[in-house]
């Protein structure tokens, strides 16, 4: 009997999102992308950030599976503290909007993660496919990616099949996982059982391993049907089944988003998909697939993926290069980068912190990572322009007993009626119109005009305009810290 080819699996099955149970992207965005700092951090990580086009590599993501012909609406997995970011560029997208937006109180790596996901999906559709996907990784060829997971459908529908996606390396790299391929899954063509999995190789090894031809790097992306995924790690492992149960059963709705059960979800034993189910499974398949795939995991592998000089070099904003061949030079703070007869270097200049390393040495960013996070230093954490859902905010100058911002508020957008214990403010409306609450009074500013907040004065800023709301904010008191805010109502749930 001849394989079946993708298309007709596809046909066959009801096409990539047909009958047989809609395919549920699901969008793992938990990561801090530490390797590219100083870029990435805790608050605003890579996932986050236009590195490889105009659009966030969150916002490829979505796009990828965008079309409702194909795919259900997706369901993100996120960090409790990038939510409203996250939200907002999903929106900005123009994508399907997400079925759920999950907020994990803390991380427990991919399977809890695709647990919690696929009891979701089960419950709308018990035959409903996961496609599981981080928000951090690069795909240029998205035909291909859209053929292989059509193919990877058509075997988890037909044959019950937990599907990873092998990328055809072109390099010995050590830096990834390798998935040996072993005979043809059932009758799908281009489908094939997993024969195991290997850890990241030495050089060496990796060179065999290449050379083999039957080899293929792990994505790290997957497909299963949702009630598989959920029936298999629960043999395996129904201690953690159990807890992500509960933590969903017990979980808070809070606007747009799924808060998950802290104390529960904490408790879970952290595991990858691989080590908990995938390698003690007898469902394991793999689709080889040539697709432009990069994880995006450090500053090498993002000048990989970008367009280059004739020179070899990588340019992001004011930048010359000057007899320099084969850079990453980028520039984010308005600041200019001169290049003049260097080779091999990335250069990365933001607000706050430049980084200067050769570009065979950026997978040892995390050296650096860990100087910082031993000094406690806040250029680890946030950026010097803070997002919130109402807009941003940016320190200016920061000195003693006093601190000076400049703040952006969104049309529409109002921030929370608060106080301060320890200082107070002075605003100063730069461009726009600001509708104030302090204490009894409501009163709307306009260009050049000001007001004073005592210490201790309820208040309120709001836009009420079609434009966005500049203002400088002038901070003084005995203390000046983020956690001096007293919330009494808020638009965003944060009171």
């Given at each position: 009997m001849a394989k079946t080819n993708m298309g007709k699996a596809a046909a066959a099955s009801g096409g990539v999102g047909g009958s047989g149970g809609r395919i549920v992207p699901v969008i793992l965005s938990g990561g801090s992308g530490t390797r590219l700092w100083p870029m990435s951090r805790a608050l605003f990580p890579k996932q986050l950030l236009p590195?490889?086009?105009?659009?966030?590599?969150?916002?490829?993501?979505?796009?990828?599976?965008?079309?409702?012909?194909?795919?259900?609406?997706?369901?993100?997995?996120?960090?409790?503290?990038h939510r409203f970011i996250i939200a907002e560029q999903i929106r900005q997208a123009g994508s399907q909007a997400p079925k759920h937006i999950v907020l994990e109180p803390v991380g427990r790596n991919t399977a809890p993660a695709a647990c919690?996901?696929?009891?979701?999906?089960?419950?709308?559709?018990?035959?409903?496919?996961?496609?599981?996907?981080?928000?951090?990784h690069s795909i240029r060829d998205v035909p291909a990616f859209h053929e292989a997971v059509a193919t990877a459908a058509a075997a988890a529908r037909e044959?019950?099949?937990?599907?990873?996606?092998?990328?055809?390396?072109?390099?010995?790299?050590?830096?990834?996982?390798?998935i040996r391929k072993g005979a043809s899954f059932g009758e799908i063509d281009g489908c094939f059982r997993v024969a195991a999995f290997v850890e990241k190789p030495d050089r060496p090894r990796a060179e065999r391993l290449l050379s083999g031809g039957?080899?293929?790097?792990?994505?790290?992306i997957f497909l299963f049907p949702a009630a598989l995924y959920v029936a298999e790690l629960e043999r395996l492992h129904p201690e953690m089944v159990a807890q992500c149960r509960d933590a969903l059963r017990l979980a808070n709705r809070?606007?747009?988003?799924?808060r998950l059960d802290k104390d529960i979800f904490g408790a879970i034993k952290g595991e990858s998909i691989d080590y908990a189910v995938m390698e003690h499974t007898?469902?394991?398949?793999?689709?080889?697939?040539?697709?432009?795939?990069?994880?995006?995991?450090?500053?090498?592998?993002?000048?990989e993926v970008?367009?280059?000089?004739?020179?070899?070099?990588?340019?992001?904003?004011?930048?010359?290069?000057?007899?320099?061949?084969?850079?990453?030079?980028?520039?984010?703070?308005?600041?200019?980068?001169?290049a003049l007869g260097v080779e091999d270097l990335v250069v990365v200049a933001t607000q706050d912190a430049i980084l200067v390393t050769k570009r065979d040495r950026a997978q040892d960013v995390k050296k650096i990572i860990a100087r910082l996070q031993s000094q406690s230093r806040e250029e680890l954490v946030t950026h010097r322009t803070v997002h919130r859902p109402w807009g941003t905010y940016r320190s200016i100058h920061n000195g003693d007993r006093v601190q000076v911002k400049h703040i952006m508020v969104k049309p529409g957008a109002k921030l929370s009626l608060q106080m301060h214990h320890h200082r107070a403010e002075h605003w100063v409306v730069v461009s726009g119109t600001a509708k104030v609450v302090?204490?009894?009074?409501?009163?709307?500013?306009?260009?050049?005009?000001?007001?004073?907040?005592?210490?201790?004065?309820a208040h309120r800023l709001e836009n009420p305009g079609k434009i966005p709301l500049h203002l400088i904010e002038v901070q003084s008191g005995s203390y000046l810290g983020e956690d001096d805010i007293v919330r009494f109502n808020d638009t965003y749930g944060r009171a």
């Open positions: 590195l490889t086009s105009e659009r966030t590599l969150l916002q490829e993501a979505v796009l990828r599976v965008a079309d409702p012909a194909r795919f259900a609406p997706p369901l993100i997995v996120a960090n409790d503290e919690v996901a696929a009891l979701c999906a089960a419950e709308a559709d018990p035959d409903a496919l996961i496609l599981l996907m981080p928000s951090d044959g019950g099949a937990l599907v990873t996606f092998g990328i055809t390396a072109d390099r010995p790299e050590t830096g990834y996982g390798y039957d080899h293929y790097w792990n994505s790290g809070d606007l747009d988003f799924l007898e469902r394991a398949a793999i689709v080889p697939v040539t697709m432009g795939w990069n994880d995006v995991g450090s500053w090498d592998a993002l000048w970008s367009d280059k000089d004739c020179s070899g070099n990588v340019t992001v904003g004011d930048v010359i290069a000057e007899d320099s061949t084969n850079c990453y030079l980028r520039t984010e703070d308005g600041s200019m980068i001169a302090r204490g009894d009074e409501e009163i709307l500013l306009h260009e050049d005009q000001s007001t004073y907040i005592p210490l201790g004065t």
